[in-house]
DNA sequence: AACAGAAGGTGGGACATCCAATATTGTTTG
DNA sequence: CAAACAATATTGGATGTCCCACCTTCTGTT
């Protein structure tokens, strides 16, 4: 081993040592060039390599596991993993559900982000949607219409509309940030909002989006797209209130 | 414990049990109604009120640190922890390496997502920032102007002339996020693109973004913010053509 | 050829034991 | 009496060992 084993050796502090196992592990990968998918060594090996205890190791792989950076699969091993963010979502949503118990900032702020991203990257995707993605969006809406008229919720056709709309940028990166921030989103809101929405106004209003986006108006989407937000915020600020 | 306890019984897959703790861990934070800086049971009370052993119930602490939710200090104890996304920038700048090894494609992505919040959100930021946080961010660009005279790099005065720009906003999760994307590009460009950059000429453009700031013109703002990540988009499609 | 079962290897987990860091307490000392 | 120092209790940090659960693969029977 090259740069690792030193982790055992340095008189750090214990946060700092367990950071530089993880960055020992990631650079371990990064020198062996190894890609998603491929196969890391099993925990016995690492542990030896480098130099550190096995039951150490592990707490070292749940975080890189946690942040996506390896798959463990029990009983065949370790593997590269491609991008995951199940762990940020976790985490935001505990810290959604802790401020929502006081003044509820954090929410709110988490709309605004999302906000900003979808009403500001909309035009762009927009000018790169092809007519069979656009179509995707409409079968969505399609979805939306149907499930509201028969008095069901449609989370799953919800959170699938937003990802259509983004998915001609072609960044996985913000496909994951805004699945994210949706499962967060839906989370607080099972916990203090209930089943209070209107469903069928949910609907009409993703349909004026998509019929913005249709007729190629990106000023437009991008103001119906706030205007959503808008109502969101304010489902928000009327739960904090009870 | 309440709904604790269930964690060793179930037959789940290992990664669902594991999960299934930290949401323990979680939901006990929530139950007791811990703020932020409260103190968590001793790492031996908690694992015998979830039921687990220590080195278990470690790896999922180990993971609830990393994730921000809790912080935890050698010979005191454990506490809820304020936002922390150290660790997310860790997984980021894991991906982005390895990533840029082949075709740089989520390095671009992170910059896409970065540009959109702060060109989409200068605007907004620009409504509310006061003339004591506009001095502020002049006082950053002076610093860079400085320092490049000097012949310095000014990675810590170039961060903060971006949070100080979305300051007004007031919302913690952008300001994390952003310093996430920055410290994750900052990363990946020491890496690939060594010190190739000109120093007077990037904070000539940080200043041009300032004055427009500075005259109240929005969308000026947001054309400079642009033309700036153009620059840094171009620094890393050279560094990935070597 | 197809299926069933055994075997080997892997990660999952629990203890027990010791190390290290921090805060508190008690003692010494000026 | 007060300040400085030292001992101690408490807490997390780390390791080794043992056993269990899961997955794959091989192998032998049908």
Redesign the pocket.
Known sequence: MTTSGFA?QA?F??QA??RALQADIMDLILERDLEAGDPLP???ELALALG?????L?ESLKVLQALGVVE???????FVAPSNFDALADGLTFRGRLSLRHKGGEALELVDVRQALESGLIGSAMDTMTSGQLAAVEESVIRMEELAAAGETFVEADSEFHRRLFEPLNNTLLISLLAVFWKVYRQIHLEVGGGTEDLTETAAVHRRIYEAVAQGDRSLAAERLNHHFDGIRNRITDAINE
């Open positions: 055992s008189r502090s214990a040592r367990l099993t925990e016995n550190v205890g096995r039951n150490t592990r463990i699969r029990h009983g065949f091993g370790m």
